[in-house]
């Protein structure tokens, strides 16, 4: 998804960063080099899959990312991007977990650190 800056704005040191990852993970992704479960970004919405994770589109009952298979249930998501930490939780069972859901989950504490690491100016003495 191609997001265009109005014209004379220019874009964030973060949003270089993001857009050059998105195409480095897609070039990877299609070459076979990058399994699509361990993307820092997300081709669909362009952003970091922190940010996003919690839409419908990342929940997939048959591969069971973002579903409890007891429950029927999509699973909720809480990103705090300050303290870096991602939960992934059935709101019937309290739990919900599976490998699929395991790697997500891996996949946007990454992305949340990759980001943030990214976005922190670094003082020169």
Known sequence: M????????????????????????DRAEDAGQLDPDDRL???VHGRWIHQCVSSPVHVNPVTRHRWCR????EL????DELARTVTM???????????????????CRASLSHAS????PRLVA
């Open 41 to 43: 970004t997300c081709h």
């Open 70 to 73: 007891d429950c029927a249930a």
């Open 89 to 107: 939780r059935c709101p019937r069972c309290g739990q919900g977990s599976s490998a699929a859901t395991t790697r997500l989950m891996a996949a």
């Open 76 to 79: 909720t998501v809480a990103v």
């Open 117 to 120: 690491s990214r976005s922190q």
């Open 2 to 25: 191609n997001q265009r800056k109005p014209r004379g704005q220019v874009p964030s040191l973060t949003g270089h960063v993001l857009a050059r990852s998105l195409a480095a993970e």
